[in-house]
């Protein structure tokens, strides 16, 4: 028998009426539907991962979440299905909140033209987020449907294998290809703390001795790449008006030349040996300014990994210092972060088109891996 979105939303009807609908009111069940959020695991080890994330995310963004992932067992069906209801108590606990979640599970050769299967699942009158948490895709057709018809996909450039030539290409193609929808980086969101700590030691009275810097230094663990150290130097220059003069990289380097209205900028993206090694995680930020006033401002991670101490020297004299909670954020609390905003973000849309600036243009017309 063919699996078709009537059988599917019969079945999820059945589990939220329990009986009768009398006896739901009475449990205080509420369904609340704020949002289609549609995610897709590349494979079964990460579609649990992916399936635990999205159960923690709906406490905070209830809706209509589909996890699509491939079988596991070649022998399987070629598509099942799951349901599956989320219910959380709202203020004043007299009701509870719920939501719900479809699992698609479908052999490798089906899962990719599941879209329009997908589409017919969705709420009407709903954005429609899209999160790929894996590497970049090429040439997958599931992720160019759904993006094209999304309101917002969320990437997360820490998983990509190729982060110089993924990065590259969505600089190079995403406006044009997908005019209509809004792309996110969880990565963005990881550096938002270190941008605001950076933005804060050069508030008021210190902001004269931003067109002073001359050189910054990011640290970032030995044997990662430093994705995340680029976005914030990417950043930096977009703020300040900087521009990079050197060849187009098709790989990482230690250090980026970049030029500002009073003169050359070195940037030095530094590995360091770290002992809890985490992916693309930075560990420290200086930036040194030189003027009548010589300047030392840090950002730098306590031995307690979830401590950050930001502090200014000026003059080799301590002039300001604060030690904050720098607590891990994991991609539930990622993605809660970017769900509360709607809004585009002009200053990730600039950041993003100037690091095209400095990768090495991508060939658009090779279709690269899946």
């Not at 979830?306 to 909670?325: C, G, P, Q, T, Y």
Request: aromatic share 12%; glycine share 6%.
């Amino acid at each position: 028998m063919s699996i078709t979105a009537q059988a599917i939303e019969k079945d999820l009807a059945a589990l939220w009426k329990d009986g009768s609908e009398e006896k739901a009111k009475s449990r205080g069940l509420q369904r609340v539907y704020t949002t289609n959020l549609v995610a897709y695991a590349s494979g079964h080890e990460e579609g649990y991962r992916v399936e635990q994330i999205l159960n923690d995310l709906a406490e905070k963004h209830p809706g209509r979440y589909i996890l699509a992932r491939p079988a596991a067992d070649p022998t399987e069906p070629p598509l099942r299905y799951y349901v599956s209801g989320h219910c959380f108590f709202g203020s004043g606990r007299e009701k509870k909140i719920c939501c719900d979640l479809i699992k698609l599970v479908a052999q490798k050769e089906v899962i990719e033209n599941l879209y329009g299967f997908t589409f017919s699942l969705l709420l009407p009158d709903l954005p429609l987020e899209f999160w790929w948490p894996g590497d970049l895709p090429y040439n997958n057709a599931f992720f160019d449907y759904v993006a094209e018809e999304s309101n917002r996909v969320w990437v997360d450039s820490s998983q990509f294998t190729q982060p110089i030539q993924s990065l590259a290409r969505l600089s190079a193609f995403w406006e044009n290809r997908y005019p209509h929808t809004l792309l996110c980086d969880l990565n963005w969101i990881r550096i938002q703390r270190w941008r605001s700590l950076i933005a804060e030691l050069f508030d008021g009275e210190w902001s004269r001795y931003l067109k002073e810097i001359r050189q910054i230094t990011i640290e970032y663990g030995e044997g990662t790449q430093p994705t995340r150290s680029f976005f914030l130097a990417c950043w930096l220059a977009c703020q300040l008006g900087w521009e990079y003069r050197g060849p187009r990289l098709g790989q990482f380097t230690q250090e980026l030349l970049l030029e500002g209205p009073q003169g050359k900028i070195e940037v030095l993206l530094k590995p360091v040996p770290v002992p809890d090694i985490k992916r693309d995680r930075i560990f420290a930020v200086g930036l040194l300014t030189q003027g009548e006033q010589a300047g030392l401002f840090t950002v730098v991670r306590d031995q307690d990994p979830h401590v950050v101490l930001a502090r200014s020297e000026i003059n080799h004299k301590l002039a300001f210092s604060r030690a904050l909670s720098f607590e891990h954020l994991h991609s539930n609390e990622l993605l809660d972060v970017g769900l509360k905003h709607l809004e585009p973000d002009p200053v990730w849309k600039k950041t993003l088109a100037f690091a095209g600036t400095i990768l090495e243009k991508p060939d658009l017309t090779l279709p690269g891996p899946a």
